[in-house]
């Protein structure tokens, strides 16, 4: 069965932090690399982490780099995104999926991340 859930996400104060979690089916997490997505309102989904199916090959776009950090635990086929100093720019929708999939693959629900005052 496939499947992607994401947790985590919530309301924060800029300069914040959160903790997202994506758990994943085999068939999705297993030997891939996977990536953090964001869709802010109006806007497209843009790729922000990527890390290898080892953990050892890591990238993260210029906007986040700095202040996210991916994780994966192949253990229990999740991926984590860890951010911190969070900006208003940062509000978005985040989802995890392979990091090269297209919009025509499945997706999960993804968690909202507002950072508001």
């Known amino acids: 069965q496939v499947q992607l859930a994401e947790s985590g996400g919530g309301m924060v104060q800029p300069g914040g932090s959160l903790r997202l979690s994506c758990a994943a089916s085999?068939?999705?997490?297993?030997?891939?690399?996977m990536g953090w997505f964001r869709q802010a309102p109006g806007k497209q989904r843009e790729l922000v982490a990527t890390i290898s199916g080892n953990g050892r090959s890591i990238s993260y776009a210029d906007s986040v780099q700095g202040r996210f950090t991916i994780s994966r635990d192949n253990a229990i086929n999740t991926v984590y995104l860890q951010m911190s100093s969070l900006k208003f720019e940062d509000t978005a929708v985040y989802y995890c999926?392979?990091?090269?999939?297209?919009?025509?693959?499945?997706w999960g629900q993804g968690t909202q991340v507002t950072v508001t005052s």
């Open positions: 085999g068939s999705i997490f297993s030997g891939n690399g």
């Open positions: 999926n392979r990091h090269l999939a297209s919009l025509t693959d499945y």
